[in-house]
Structures are given as C-alpha cells and as structure tokens.
C-alpha cells in the first residue's frame, strides 16, 4: 500500500511537515559543507557529506509524500516542469551576468554551472515525457 497521504488529516500531518523542513535544510546544509570541503581539497570528506546531503533529500521526499504535497500524476506534472527548468538556463545566465558585473567572477561561473544543470534537468525531462506520449 502507497503511503501517499497517509498523514494529512491526521494528528501527525504537522510533525511530519516539521521533520520534512529539517531535513529540506539539511540537505542544503550538508550539500554546502560538501563544497566548502571540495574548495579545499578535502574531496573523501566531500563525498561523505554530499552521500548525506542525498540522504537527507531523500527523508524529505518522503515526508512530502506522508503528507501529500508532491503531484501524483507524475508524467502530467513532469510535463510542466520540464519548461521551467529549460527557461532558467537563460534567467541564471543573465543573473550570472549581473554578478559578475559587482566583480562576483568565480560566484558566477557557479550560477553559470547551475544553468547548464537545469538545461540538462529540462532535456531530461522532455525526452522522458516524449517517450512516454508515444
Ligand atoms: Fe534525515
Ligand atoms: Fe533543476
């Protein structure tokens, strides 16, 4: 049996809310510690933070789940999103440009990585919504 929604309504749907935001944060916050390590030269640590940064994401689905804050028609919903995440490629680009015109070289060739990252997330996700329409 699913355990899509299996909370909300029920006297837990708070508490599983709170838990889904820690653990929201901790990704974010090991998946940060997990660059700071890389930046100097600490790459095993890195990798033990970003493996956690990854568990912690995956708590976090599953508490939204719990609760049922995620799309259950997930080809439908795979369909919009997949826009969105192309269209930022150019939306990061030009913020890249706005920091690197306050000097911020090195911040914005990260944001310059993340929009490549969400071109490759929207062609993904376009090819999979593609071949399932087929
Ligand atoms: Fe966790
Ligand atoms: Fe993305």
Redesign the pocket.
Known sequence: MSIYGVTKGTKFEEQIDKNGKGEEQGAGMYAGLAYLAKERGLDELSEVLLKIAADEMRHAGIYAVFNGHINQDIFEFLKKIAPV?SNAFESLNQFASKMRGIGLEDAAKQIEAIAV??RR?GELLKNIVDKQSK
Do not use: I, V
Request: charged content about 75%; overall charge negative.
């Open positions: 995440e990252d969400e997330h």
